[in-house]
């Protein structure tokens, strides 16, 4: 065929052949026809290198590019109260996200203006977000959480005018009981790089979330449940045309129920919270325990804060706010702060004295207006003594100068034995974040700190609870619960029981044997009647004249600096318990026999921050705390202790 | 190759015929490939419509469109007799440089770039009609210039005659097409008889003009995909990105294909401008290694069939004209598909027929229909 065109179509060609000039030219349309050939075969060869030799290989890269990997989120466990109540909700909520690789840096500022405005977060706060992960630009950053849904829809709408903005619906912890358990529940938050460094090998997801405080941080693990896998198809965008199939499915996570019962943490704030607001107070603590478990039934530190905030992603201005309000909301003072145990503490020196030899039940100790050493006095807190007095007296009285005695006599290392026995100075292992140990003096303590030895007169301010002792709430508490229980220091209990996410029981929280305190059973019975006789004798006031039996011991702590007058500031402690069956027998009028036993299921502790008030603020916090929890008919209330006078240290 | 003439021992018999003559020498071949071509881009576009090819507006029925109006002119193109284009030579060169000059002054683009002038509902780019009105005008210059064609004067002019189009093509800028001018002026120099010392010289002037161009004529981007042709990887984000996208378009394909509308580099827009620049990396992928040689062997009859056209043709200019056509197609199966393939850097030049858009469909209907219109024309008594 070809030939015959080149030689002339004697049909086309009217017979005469081909005009003489293409006759010369043959040559160049075979080099046209050849370099035709020569193209189409080179196409050819390489059509066929990539697809038939190669093509397994490209198949593989297509496969890479279209199928993705993705984590899928297990549905965060839930936390109930002790009585079935939940605490916190997985809600769904809108996010918004923002891939820095994905905005172009031309645009950003445009962009961050725009979602400052929709989102009415300041700019600053969504820069930060979006340098917080610079190392990772291809991850996706938190930029708000929580976001209305029709902000959402605005911003997906504009998402051409928001490049690398993505919103996403995620689910959202709601705790329908805000501020009431926020220092117990904590909150849930972004995962930030530190967090990644700490938990990175659970698997997180850059976007995550985590729990931050409270046992939403401590118990991360179980609540989180493990991430599944998916595999997914993406288009050129990286969005997800359908699911492939999961590799390996999400396990829920696991659901804590708390000690807590929400009812006695409502009755502890409200006493608290009255008490708060009569005298102005700025922050103060309530507590209730069972002695028997170490349970946690009540954890109240005042002022609280909402936790919905952080769970929803809190504001710089917002978490400012919260860092600058007085009685530092975000802190659960239970734990954190060190705070001096003042008369309180009086147990130890009390006990330790007892089981040392040092006194017996029937000594008599001869009380003054003060102790000198040197030419330093040291004072009873009335400034006149209680003339003799025994233990029960002394403990009763509070006598200053009856405890001065006595730690003298201990000494400051021996003391500081007997009070780490009652687990002061030491974290009680309580599964809340932030706990501190407390400071517990001793003369190594002292040297190592100051280079110099306890002095004679700094004993005697051990032995009061004053001087450099210094503890967070707990653990006055759990001291009182172990005296309370005959003498078990148990760990405080915030979570009982963890469940499946059908509700059964996974794991059951055994109560947590710290130790067995080297008491013997009569000293420490001896400092429960003691601690009886603190109320009987009204060193409590009217708290006697309620129908059950309440058996502890008050404190009047001075902290700070002395004002003009040279009065120091002071705060106010109440630790005690009740036993089992708290009701008053006529068989028993005065209740001893009840406190002599262990059995009871309540111990309670008020700590009122600052106080300075006319009578022992804490007292009647709890008075009123004990008849809200029984259910009192009677109100003993008394609104002249809580009158501002700072009668203490004249 | 067969033949597919039709009826060609009847045809000469009734050759002195003027009126059914030129039907009757109609060149079967030559419309059939085109066509079969241009039915291949037609499903590319179907498989590009994302899912809704039927839809008013989807690129599958604006191609349907644009095929029918591109038949339509074909056949007038064919109908007309070419010979009064020699007449029309230079009007039609200035109507050539005016569509240029307006390109320049209201064209649209992306990025800068002025490429298509908008008349009314449609855009049209004229630079693709230009390759045609630029054949039609130097096929009539070398048709002139029997004689003197191993003349340096005449490779000159050639060249000069069609520096005015490059340059406004050039600027708009569109070095593809330019590119393509210089193919056509080649081609048709070549075949036409021009001396090959003055054709080589050209050549080496050409050569000589990359560092010149590099340096003062191409645009960033365009240097930036000149850059990513040699090493995809320096940019895969950007121009390096639609480099190994299509080859991993065309490699997954493999012998088979994807089958249509299931190629995944295509459906999920990993592969970019699918149904227009790329489109034969969605045909590789979908219809296989089988399917780009079944492309590859249309466009070699094709142009096969263009070249026994311009042989068979009497008058110097319908060889000129069958010569430029047919580098302008090589040239740009060469650059388009060899981009797709990797081995060409990333330009706009279409694959002529098979990708989609208006412009370009019709422009080479028009200049297949002259080149029917030559072919038809070539039996006639009073040549």
Redesign the interface.
């Known amino acids: 065929m070809a030939s015959r065109a080149w030689n002339g179509d004697p049909v086309n060609g009217m017979s005469l052949g081909e005009p003489a000039r293409q006759v010369r030219l043959w040559p160049r349309f075979i080099v046209f026809a050849l370099i035709i050939a020569l193209v189409v075969a080179t196409l050819g060869l390489r059509l066929f290198t990539l697809q038939v030799v190669s093509g397994g290989y490209y198949a593989g890269l297509a496969r890479e590019n279209r199928i993705r990997l993705q984590p899928v989120r297990a549905p965060r466990g839930l936390i109930f109260d002790r009585t079935g109540r939940q605490l916190v909700d997985n809600v769904a909520t809108f996010a918004v996200k923002a891939r820095p690789a994905d905005m172009p840096l031309s645009q950003r500022p445009a962009v961050i203006e725009r979602l400052a405005t929709l989102l009415d977060i300041s700019a600053a706060d969504i820069t930060e977000a979006l340098d917080r992960a610079a190392a990772n630009r291809f991850d996706l950053a938190n930029v708000a959480r929580g976001v209305p849904e029709e902000i959402a829809l605005i911003i997906r709408e504009e998402h051409l005018e928001l490049p690398g903005v993505e919103v996403i619906v995620e689910p959202q912890r709601e705790y329908p009981y805000g501020g009431l358990v926020a220092h117990i529940l904590g909150f849930t938050g972004a995962v930030t790089p530190d967090d990644l460094a700490r938990v990175g090998s659970l698997g997180y997801l850059h976007d995550d979330t985590v729990g931050k405080q409270g046992v939403e941080a401590t118990f991360e693990e179980v609540l989180r449940g493990d991430y599944g896998v998916e595999q997914i198809e993406v288009d050129a965008r990286g969005e997800a045309i359908r699911l492939l199939r999961t590799l390996q499915p999400a396990e829920p996570g696991n659901s804590l129920e708390l000690s807590i019962d929400v009812d006695i943490q409502r009755d502890a704030e409200t006493a608290l919270r009255w008490a708060m607001d009569r005298i102005g107070l700025e922050q103060g603590v309530i507590m209730a325990m069972n002695p028997q478990t170490g349970e946690v039934l009540a954890m109240v530190s005042l002022p609280s804060y909402d936790n919905n905030l952080f769970a929803r992603g809190i504001s710089t201005a917002d978490y400012q706010a919260l860092l600058d309000a007085p009685g530092a909301p975000l802190r659960n003072h239970a734990i954190v702060d060190h705070v001096p145990p003042g008369s309180t503490y009086k147990l130890v020196a009390g006990a330790g004295g007892l089981q040392d030899g040092i006194l017996t039940d029937r000594t008599i100790l001869q009380t003054r207006a003060y102790l000198s050493i040197g030419s330093t006095k040291y004072w009873d807190w009335n400034r006149q003594g209680f003339g003799p007095l025994n233990i029960y007296d002394g403990f009763g009285r509070s006598s200053d100068t009856f405890f001065f005695q006595i730690a003298g006599e201990l000494g400051i290392d021996r003391l500081a034995h007997w009070g780490s026995q009652f687990g002061f100075g030491q974290r009680t292992g309580i599964d809340l974040p932030g706990e501190v140990p407390g400071i517990l003096p001793t003369n190594d303590w002292k040297m190592s700190l100051m280079n110099e030895p306890i002095y004679p007169g700094e004993v005697y301010q051990a032995g009061i609870g004053q001087g450099y002792n210094s503890f967070p709430p707990i653990q006055v508490l759990n001291a009182f619960a172990a005296l309370a229980n005959g003498g078990r220091l148990l760990k405080p209990q915030i979570v009982r029981r963890i469940l499946g996410p059908n509700g059964e029981v996974v794991d059951e929280i055994e109560p947590q044997l710290i130790r067995q305190l080297p008491f013997d059973a009569d000293v420490l019975r001896t400092m429960r009647r003691a601690a009886r006789r603190v109320v009987t004798i009204r060193q409590t006031y009217n708290l006697v004249d309620l129908p059950i039996v309440v058996a502890g011991k008050t404190g009047t702590a001075e902290f700070g600096v002395r004002d003009a007058k040279g009065r120091l500031p002071y705060h106010s402690w109440f630790a005690g318990f009740v036993p089992k069956d708290p009701w008053k027998k006529d068989s028993d009028p005065n209740g001893v026999e009840a406190v002599s036993r262990t059995d009871s299921e309540l111990a309670v502790l008020a700590f009122a921050y600052d106080s300075r008030t006319t009578g022992n603020a804490a007292t009647e916090i709890v008075k009123y705390f004990l008849q809200l929890h029984y259910d009192l008919d009677v109100d003993l209330r008394q609104d002249w202790i809580l009158e501002r006078d700072n009668f203490y240290g004249q | ?3 597919m003439r039709v009826q ?2 009847r ?2 018999a009734l ?1 002195a015929r003027p009126s059914s003559g030129t039907w009757s ?1 109609f060149d079967l071949q030559l419309a059939l490939y085109a066509l079969a071509l241009a039915v291949i881009g037609l499903l590319m576009a179907y498989t590009s419509s994302g899912g809704t090819p039927l839809e008013a507006g989807s690129i599958f029925t604006r191609g349907l469109m644009w095929l029918a109006i591109a038949i339509v002119m074909f056949t007038v193109a064919a109908t007309i007799d070419y010979r009064w284009l020699k007449t029309l030579a230079w009007p039609v060169y200035l109507v050539n440089l005016g569509l240029l000059v307006l390109t320049l002054a209201t064209g649209s683009g992306v990025g800068g770039v002025s490429r298509w002038v908008t008349i009314g509902p449609v855009q049209f780019q004229f630079s693709e009609l230009a390759k045609i009105l630029m054949a039609v005008v130097l096929a009539n210059y070398l048709a002139g210039r ?1 004689g003197q064609l191993k003349s340096l004067a005449t490779t000159l002019g050639a060249f000069l005659l069609v520096l005015p189009a490059l340059a406004l093509v050039l600027v708009q800028p569109d070095l593809g097409t330019s590119l393509v001018f210089g193919a056509i002026v080649f ?1 048709s120099l ?4 021009a001396g090959l010392r003055w054709l080589l010289l050209a050549a080496a002037g050409v050569l000589a003009m990359v560092p010149v161009a590099w340096a003062y004529i191409l645009e960033d981007y365009q240097k930036r995909r000149l850059i990513s042709f040699l090493d995809p990887s320096a940019d895969p984000q950007n121009s390096g990105y639609q480099l190994i ?1 299509s ?9 088979f294909g994807k089958g249509l509308t299931n190629g ?2 295509t459906q ?3 592969l970019p401008v699918s149904a227009t620049d790329f489109v034969a990396a969605t045909l ?1 992928e979908e219809l ?2 089988v399917g ?2 079944v492309l ?2 249309l ?2 009859m094709l ?2 069939r263009i ?2 056209v ?5 008058d ?1 200019f319908g ?1 000129a004209f069958a ?1 430029a056509i ?1 580098s302008m197609l ?1 040239f740009q ?2 650059v388009n ?2 981009m797709v ?3 060409m850097p990333v330009t706009g030049i279409p694959l002529p027929f098979v990708t989609h858009g208006g412009a370009s469909l019709t422009s080479y209907a028009i200049g297949l229909g002259i080149l029917q219109s030559v072919a038809m024309r ?2 006639r ?1 009073d040549w």
């Open positions: 190759m067969g033949t060609p021992a045809a000469g050759g020498h029997q081609g070549f075949l036409s008889g996208q080859q991993i378009a065309v490699g997954s394909g493999g012998l995944s580099q999920l827009d990993y590789a296989g290694f780009g040689v590859l062997l466009f070699a142009l096969w070249l026994v311009g042989w068979r043709a009497r110097p060889s010569a047919a090589l199966l060469m598909f060899g393939l990797g081995v070539q039996g008594p």
